[in-house]
């Protein structure tokens, strides 16, 4: 029979890069103050980064060294397994989009769950809980641009949106007029010149 910390790094190793291992998840290994033990030995030993409370990850071992999971990949992973939406935070949305040349210093992300800090080795991913609107159409371009405007403010929206109507598609110019009903009156009111 397999010791219990052979059996949790199996589980570990079976999860894709970035993919959190939680206590609640191996409870089918053991009870829960022994498998709340193994991690924390595993963490002591350095086989696990723990990013949070409660929240562990595997590191990936490259041929550099072993290295903590990236942010992108840890946050998909988060998401998918607590239900929540995290998406790119404002600053992050508009250098991607090129409306800024300014480059966040920190990983933050807007997040319908509670705000939280999560360490990745060096690396500290913040999570902010954001209003319903900041984080609508995840993962597309419309939401980008929705974040990016609102991070902006009313001085800068409107130069902003004249550089979007010449970058993005009709469908997308679409997709965020369409959200005018949800957004903050003066976001909408630009968002609404995007479209005839």
């Keep these: 029979m397999q010791t219990l910390a052979k059996q949790v ?4 190793a079976g999860l894709p890069e ?5 206590a609640k998840e191996l409870l089918h290994l053991g009870g ?6 193994v991690l924390s ?5 350095d086989v696990l980064l723990r990013a949070g409370r409660g929240i562990y990850f595997l590191p990936v071992e490259s041929r550099f060294g072993t290295r903590a999971p ?3 990949k840890m946050v998909e992973g988060l998401a998918n397994q607590r239900g929540e939406t995290i998406v790119s935070h404002g600053a992050a949305a508009a250098n991607a989009l090129g409306l800024t040349t300014q480059m966040p210093m920190r990983a933050v992300y807007l997040t319908s769950g509670p705000s939280r800090r999560l360490n990745l080795g060096a690396q500290i991913v913040e999570l902010r809980r954001a209003p319903i609107w900041q984080l609508i159409f995840p993962g597309r371009v419309a939401g980008d641009v929705v974040r990016a405007l609102a991070w902006l403010g009313p001085e800068e929206a409107a ?16 997709e965020i007029a369409s959200a005018r009903a949800r957004l903050p009156t003066w976001l909408a009111q630009e968002v609404s010149t995007l479209v005839p």
Aim: charged share 35%; no cysteine; glycine share 2%.
């Design 9 to 12: 790094l199996e589980q570990a």
């Design 70 to 72: 990236s942010a992108v």
């Design 159 to 174: 130069k902003a949106i004249r550089k979007l109507r010449a970058k993005l598609l009709p469908f997308e110019l679409e």
């Design 41 to 45: 030995r595993l963490v002591r030993r």
């Design 32 to 37: 829960r103050a022994a498998v709340d033990q």
């Design 18 to 22: 970035g993919t959190p291992l939680v």
